[in-house]
């Protein structure tokens, strides 16, 4: 079976931007210059990702991107359902529901929910968009580019904002470095 995604402009994606992930609370994660968008709203931004070598004598973070924690999205317009950004939005939203190449579908959406009972995991193939999988492609690369980054400047710890425990959690420590 196969299944076309559509988009109901239901707007859950835009009320519900802080998740649970990895056991961390996170916003939406904005890929470098993306906070931008944001600058009316600056309470809506926070640290997401940063990077730091723990062997340096005085170990210092470096932010590698932001996350928009408000709910709902400052940018959403209730009336219309729609981003007032729409053109500019972020990445993530361009994804939206999948993700990690399109082999998840973010169980928060309005989409998923009507087709959930015909969706077949691993067998249901579910066709997105070309600006989702160019919105998923960039967003990994970005992340492959922090990892390669880790590995060239010595900076060993990868570390996630939680906005729930409004600390720095570290992640995991990247091998060979």
């Excluded at 709902?72 to 993530?92: A, F, G, H, I």
């Excluded at 959406?109 to 492609?137: F, L, P, R």
């Excluded at 060239?152 to 420590?173: F, H, K, N, P, S």
């Amino acid at each position: 079976m196969t299944l076309r995604f559509e988009c109901l402009q239901c707007g859950r994606c835009c009320n519900r931007v802080r998740v649970e992930s990895c056991g961390l609370t996170q916003g939406l994660s904005l890929l470098p210059g993306e906070e931008k968008l944001f600058a009316e709203f600056p309470d809506a931004i926070m640290p997401h990702a940063a990077i730091r070598n723990p062997r340096h004598r005085k170990p210092r973070m470096k932010v590698v991107n932001y996350q928009m924690v408000q709910e709902p999205c400052p940018l959403y317009d209730p009336d219309t359902r729609t981003c007032t950004q729409y053109d500019k939005r972020p990445w993530v939203c361009r994804a939206y529901p999948f993700s990690f190449g399109g082999t998840q579908i973010e169980a928060n959406c309005g989409w998923h929910d009507s087709v959930q009972a015909q969706i077949q995991y691993g067998e249901t193939a579910v066709i997105h968009g070309n600006e989702q999988a160019n919105a998923e492609q960039r967003i990994d690369s970005f992340f492959m580019a922090v990892h390669k980054r880790m590995q060239r400047t010595g900076r060993t710890q990868l570390l996630m904002y939680d906005i729930a425990l409004q600390e720095w959690v570290q992640l995991e420590a990247a091998e060979g470095t």
